[in-house]
C-alpha cells in the first residue's frame, strides 16, 4: 500500500469518525435540551406516595445545573468536531488527483482536536447520568430512601453508561496512539 492510498483510507476513516462524533452530539444536546423544559418543581409530575421520599431542592438544582453542563459539553465537542471536519475539507479541496481524494492535514492538530472533542462527549455524557440519577430521585423517590424503584432505575445506568464510556475511551485512546 503505498502513501496516498494510506492518506486516502486514514482520512476517510476520521471524516467517518467525525461524522459520528457530531451525530451522537446532536442526539444528546437535543435529549438534554428537551431535558431542560421539563419543570422538575412540578408536583403532579411525581410518582413518589411516601413523604420521606420527597427530593430536596438541591436535586432539583444539581438536575438543572447536570444538564447545564450536558448541554455544554455536547456543544462544545461537536464545535470541534465540526471544525476539525472543515479543516479536512478544506484540504482535500486544495489537491485532488484524478478521482482520488488525499488530504494532507497535521496528525498532530488531528489528533488533538479528536481528543479534546472526544473529551467533551464523555463530559457530556457524565454530567447526562448524573442529570438522569437526580431526575429518577425527583420522579420516583431519593436513594437514600431506599426505594426499590429507584435502585432498579439508577443502578442500571451507573453500571451501563461508565461501562460505555471505558469502551468509548479505550476507542478514542486507540485512535489517537496509532
Sequence with gaps: MDDRSHLKIGTCVQITAVDGI?????????AV??????????????????????????????????HVFSFSSFLFSSLIALGTKQAIRIAMSREVHKIVLLAHVNKTFLRLSM?????????????????????????????????????????????????????YVTSVVYAFVS
Aim: hydrophobic share 50%.
Design 22 to 30: 457530531v451525530n451522537v452530539n446532536s442526539l444528546f444536546t437535543l
Design 33 to 66: 435540551f428537551i431535558g431542560l423544559a421539563w419543570n422538575p418543581f412540578d408536583s403532579s409530575n411525581s410518582l413518589i406516595t411516601d413523604p420521606r421520599c420527597n427530593p430536596t431542592a438541591r436535586m432539583t438544582e444539581d438536575l438543572v445545573t447536570f
Design 115 to 167: 481528543l479534546v472533542s472526544a473529551v467533551g462527549s464523555l463530559c457530556g455524557c457524565g454530567f447526562l447520568m448524573l442529570a438522569l440519577v437526580n431526575m429518577i430521585q425527583i420522579k420516583l423517590g431519593t436513594l437514600s430512601c431506599g426505594s426499590p424503584q429507584t435502585i432498579f432505575a439508577v443502578v442500571p445506568l451507573v453500571i451501563f453508561v461508565p461501562l460505555g464510556l471505558l469502551i
